[in-house]
DNA sequence: AACCAGGACGTGA
DNA sequence: TCACGTCATGGT
């Protein structure tokens, strides 16, 4: 049953060409908001360090946030020349703090990413386990695993509030259902693959912005499988 | 003028 | 464990 929406939801998209950097100058027209930084169908980002910090970074100035106006931080950010770690550690916490003001909760993600820069570079060029991630202040649930998923290609299922919405919605979840049922539904049911889980992840996001983004919910794409009730969970 | 956006943390029960 | 308040800018 997941298959067949993730099948669904490529067929009327497309390849949605997930995580965003600004240095990759792929576009994806079909996409809503901003069309920067996409590669469709190549999962073979990110490509080096810089990259993987960018992921990082990207995962807490999008917190409760629209990557719109994350996107303007990290762009402020590269301009003063404060994407890699070491510049993100050494950086006046006022300056990176206006620097990050477009994506909201200034204060705290500025303390966020000066934890995330000095856990990164604590990293060693080796990939993080996930409770290490949870371990540093500002990484939660889904930033850890948005992390591993984008930045280290683990098979880790992003559950997102979009994620929540659409499948309460169809009442393949309850909406008391917490973060690791969730994400153990979809992992027990899906391949271990990490590229269809980012596929899928950036899949539901743009079905939600599209159908889900205020009530009441248009579900003319998948609402015919909440009708059916016929499936094999 | 509310409401929402690719959440996480601190607190109190 | 968990419900709740807080954090903050910008688009619709």
Redesign the pocket.
């Known amino acids: 049953m997941l298959l067949k929406i993730y099948n669904t939801l490529l067929k009327t998209y497309g390849y949605q060409g ?3 950097l600004l240095s990759c100058k792929g576009t994806n027209p079909t996409k809503t ?2 069309m920067r930084g996409y590669h469709p169908g190549d999962y073979s980002y990110p490509k080096n360090n810089l990259q993987k910090f960018e992921i990082i970074i ?2 807490i100035l ?8 994350a996107e ?1 931080a990290l762009i402020n950010l590269n301009t003063i020349n404060a994407l890699s770690p070491s510049a993100i550690i050494s950086l006046d916490s006022r300056m990176l703090r206006s620097a990050i ?9 500025a303390s ?1 990413l000066k934890n995330a820069a000095r856990f990164f570079i604590l990293l060693d060029n080796k990939a993080p386990a996930r409770d290490e991630l ?1 371990a ?9 695993d ?1 992390i591993l998923l ?1 930045a280290y290609s683990q098979p880790e299922f992003v559950i ?3 994620t929540k ?1 659409i499948f309460s919605h169809l009442e393949i979840i309850k909406r ?1 259902d ?2 690791p049922m969730i994400k153990q539904l979809f992992e027990n049911n899906l391949p271990k693959d990490y590229k269809l889980y980012q596929e899928y992840h ?1 899949l539901l ?1 743009e079905h ?2 599209r159908c ?4 009441p919910y248009d579900d003319k794409l998948l609402g015919r499988y909440a009708k059916k009730r016929n499936y094999e969970l």
């Open positions: 997930w995580w965003p908001g901003s990207g995962t999008t917190q409760n946030t629209s990557w719109q106006q303007k003001k477009p994506a909201g909760y200034f204060n705290q993600k966020y949870l540093v202040k500002g990484i939660g649930p889904e930033t850890a948005s984008y997102d509030a979009y919405r008391e917490n973060y950036a996001v939600a912005k889900y983004a205020r009530k």
